[in-house]
């Protein structure tokens, strides 16, 4: 898969920052894995529109400006890297647009799912691969406050029912 790809999609020299965010979800190991490995499950907490074929190299893109032409929407061009499943998975990460050129080089999500008991996951979110400089710090700090709205509405999702997105759009 790698040999196709452009040599500038990672950066060269990251930084050593690793994001991390946890969350403990109400639900079963099999729920979790389906809510981050589908298109349905994705749609239920993540966005109302992706793309996720999920086996290494598949797209892993979840829409976020819907209105936008292809390739501002949201996570285009992004691949699923690899999983173990009910376990890890792991996925390629762009900048929104506003991040202009960063959002052309790639950062790597990991997700480890480890079953509390048999109705309780947690979800702990590694994201890494950053540049260095104040504009990745920047999108270090959006990803901060993102991530965390993410695994909330991913709890949400459990506790609550699907996200109804025509509501929240």
Known sequence: MTKNLPSD???????????????????????VWHAWTTNEGAQTFFS????IDFKPGGPYEIYFLLDNPYGSKGSEDCHVLNSLPMRMLSFEWNAPPEFGPLRN?????????DAIDNRQVKVSLFHYGWGKGND????????DRAWGYVLENLKRRFING????????
């Not at 080089?105 to 799912?113: K, S």
């Not at 699907?162 to 759009?169: G, L, R």
């Open 9 to 31: 999609r990672y950066v060269i020299d990251p930084s050593n920052k690793i994001l991390l965010k946890e969350v403990v979800v109400p639900a079963t190991l099999e729920q």
């Open 48 to 51: 109302s529109q992706t793309k």
């Open 105 to 113: 080089q790639r950062t790597i999500v990991v997700i480890l799912l």
């Open 136 to 143: 990745w710090d920047k999108l270090y700090a959006y990803f």
């Open 162 to 169: 699907p996200i109804n997105w025509s509501a929240d759009d």
